[in-house]
Nanobody, 116 residues
Framework: QVHLVESGGGLVQAGGSLRLSCAVSGSGFSGNTMGWYRQGPGKQRDLVAT???????TYADSVKGRFTISRDNAKMTVYLQMNSLKPEDTAKYYC??????????WGQGTQVTVSS
């Protein structure tokens, strides 16, 4: 069983920065694709960014140039650096781990609130 724990959310003013972390346990890490998704009130859960085991990265258009995803395989942790935050970035952010056989695992989420 894979276990994910997110941290780093909080309240920040527009234009500010936050760094989310997601620590993974219970599985080998380096072979997994890791990702961040977000879900605003009354909205579906949307992709924010993913990073494969080979460090290939994908971003949602809405965060390109502002957010950076990275991973530390030794620490079994994935990060999301969020800069130039906007009120529309307000959401609950979820860490995702997709193992090589295709199963998805999710964390419980961390709230990010950006005030205008």
């Amino acid at each position: 069983q894979v276990h994910l724990v997110e941290s780093g959310g909080g309240l920040v003013q527009a234009g500010g920065s936050l760094r989310l972390s997601c620590a993974v346990s219970g599985s080998g890490f380096s072979g997994n694709t890791m990702g961040w998704y977000r879900q605003g009130p009354g909205k579906q859960r949307d992709l924010v960014a993913t990073i494969t085991s080979g460090a290939r990265i994908t971003y949602a258009d809405s965060v390109k140039g502002r957010f950076t995803i990275s991973r530390d395989n030794a620490k079994m942790t994935v990060y999301l650096q969020m800069n130039s935050l906007k009120p529309e970035d307000t959401a609950k952010y979820y860490c995702n781990c997709r193992v090589p056989w295709g199963t998805d695992y999710w964390g419980q989420g961390t709230q990010v609130t950006v005030s205008s």
